[in-house]
């Protein structure tokens, strides 16, 4: 995919921190030209921009609430102007909070569907009208959806729905050269998973994978670099859980 130096771009949402900043990371390493979206964390994305650049890569903070699909649509053209039309999309934008559905608020309910689900479902859109013939599609699931626990309900449901837009989302572009992956991670060490958690729950969780361990942004950030590199082109349509072997 990336044969020079920022001449392909790479749109990730949610990249201010956690695995967001990770795939950025990689991402530049790779040679893209890097947006990084961000809804709230302003100084953490220009932070991680001037880090990019001070490295020689083209980057850009992008603010956007991802479930607003004026912002969205905004959230491209800004890309498009300041770095190029996109190659790949990264939509990694998601939240995450583990509650009985029983005790669920419409609130709580709202928020993750919006994020979750409709912020996906907005890029795909604008991306199938904005992305470059030959790109990539990263959209991201959770191994949470294999496991059933308890408190996951409405989580699960929003990465169900993404997973099934994969699938689907891979056929409708037929005839374009354009692939659409989801990675479902496993737990993994950032504020997402770690926040609201208990050492004993974080000990237990890290010793569920058979390789003992949490895994790290970077672990998931090398599987994206694989699925919108040339080694995964015949890759398509597919979600790949990374998790240590844990389901």
């Known amino acids: 995919m990336n044969t020079s130096k920022n001449t392909q771009v790479a749109l990730v949402t949610g990249a201010s921190r956690g695995i967001g900043a990770a795939i950025a ?3 530049a390493a790779d040679g893209f030209a890097i947006a990084v979206n961000y ?6 994305a220009e932070a991680l921009v001037a880090q990019l650049q001070a490295l020689g890569t083209k ?3 992008v603010k956007a609430d991802v479930a607003n699909v004026a912002e969205v649509r ?3 053209e800004i890309t ?3 770095l190029g039309k996109v190659d790949v999309l990264i939509n990694n934008a998601g939240v995450l909070k583990t509650v009985p559905l029983a005790n669920t608020s419409d609130a709580l309910y709202d928020q993750t569907f919006d994020i979750n689900v409709r912020g996906t479902f907005n890029t795909l859109r604008e991306a199938a009208a904005r992305l470059n013939d030959g790109g990539r599609i990263v959209n991201f699931s959770s191994t949470t959806l294999a496991l059933n626990m308890p408190g996951y309900a409405i989580y699960n ?3 169900a729905a ?5 699938h689907v989302f891979a056929k409708e572009l037929r005839g374009r050269n354009i692939t659409v992956n989801a990675v479902a991670p496993g737990p993994i ?3 997402l998973f770690l926040d609201g958690k208990t050492e004993e729950q974080i000990q237990t969780f890290a010793k569920m994978p058979p390789l003992q361990r949490l895994g790290q942004p970077d672990d998931i950030a090398a599987v994206v670099s694989f699925l919108v590199g040339a080694d995964a082109g015949w890759v398509n349509g597919q979600i790949l859980r990374a998790n240590g072997g844990l389901a």
Do not use: C, D, W, Y
């Not at 993404?162 to 994969?166: D, P």
């Open 25 to 27: 990371q990689r991402l």
């Open 39 to 44: 809804a709230s964390s302003s100084q953490e």
């Open 59 to 61: 980057a850009i903070a």
């Open 74 to 76: 905004a959230m491209f």
């Open 80 to 82: 498009e102007q300041q």
């Open 157 to 159: 449901a929003t990465k």
């Open 162 to 166: 993404v997973e099934a837009f994969t």
């Open 189 to 191: 060490a950032t504020s």
